[in-house]
């Protein structure tokens, strides 16, 4: 077992353009989370996966944005017509149940976008 | 909604001395308790949780944490650093099927 692997590591695009990152999950996790971590702060949560449905959407996640676990295996996080305010590293998370289990989140070591 | 504040942004401590990081959550309800560690250039990683029982809390490398209820507080601490703990620490709760995060403490070991 890999860990969480996240695709691309660092990505530098400009203003307008779309990005989408990859999250490959610990393989029997059925829970998968996405965060988002700008500088001097903590992870904000945007939404989660059980298998394949999205289960809450927080409102950080404007329309720009959308995740997709389609086989409820791998992830996908797109935003659309970028904006600089997108720019910290995008974090995906997977676990074996809900986090009010064990409450142990499987972190990747992000995507970082930077938008010029 | 759940929540959490870490009291200090950044904290300095010199080698073998002890720490503690300050963390207060915000819940009127029974809450599961965590804090996760950050090293450079790594994925952040559990180091301890509180859910129920024995309010002190052990976790990896020397770690371990006290839930106080009264207080609503959940310091982190250690009796001897080593400049291999220099990460972000995180203090978070949980909410829903979610968790909840604060904004970190930087600690800084000082040779």
């Known amino acids: 077992d890999t860990g969480v692997s996240q695709d691309p590591r660092h990505k530098i695009t400009k203003r307008g353009q779309n990005v989408t990152f990859r999250c490959d999950p610990i393989?029997?996790?059925?829970?998968l989370y996405w965060y988002r971590q700008t500088l001097g702060q903590g992870p904000e949560f945007l939404t989660y996966?059980?298998?394949?449905?999205?289960?809450?959407k927080s409102r950080l996640l404007s329309d720009r944005f959308s995740a997709e676990r389609p086989k409820g295996s791998f992830s996908t996080l797109e935003i659309q017509r970028t904006e600089q305010g997108d720019s910290a590293m995008y974090l995906c998370?997977?676990?074996?149940?809900?986090?009010?289990?064990?409450?142990?989140?499987?972190f990747g070591e992000g995507s970082r976008l930077t938008v010029l | 909604a759940q929540s959490v504040t870490q009291l200090d942004s950044q904290v300095p401590v010199f080698e073998e001395a002890p720490v503690e990081l300050r963390c207060n959550y915000s819940?009127?309800?029974?809450?599961?308790l965590f804090w996760y560690v950050q090293y450079p250039n790594q994925g952040l990683q559990l180091l301890l949780k509180?859910?129920?029982?024995?309010?002190l809390v052990k976790g990896i490398n020397g770690f371990e944490a006290e839930f106080n209820k009264s207080q609503t507080s959940f310091h982190l601490r250690k009796p001897s650093v080593h400049i291999s703990d220099t990460a972000e620490y995180f203090c978070?709760?949980?909410?829903?099927?979610?968790?909840?995060f604060g904004k970190g403490t930087r600690l800084h070991i000082l040779p």
């Open positions: 998370a997977s676990s074996p149940q809900g986090a009010s289990g064990t409450g142990e989140l499987f």
């Open positions: 393989s029997e996790h059925n829970r």
């Open positions: 996966f059980q298998n394949e449905a999205q289960l809450e």
């Open positions: 819940s009127s309800v029974s809450v599961y």
């Open positions: 509180y859910l129920s029982g024995s309010t």
């Open positions: 978070a709760v949980s909410q829903d099927d979610k968790i909840i």
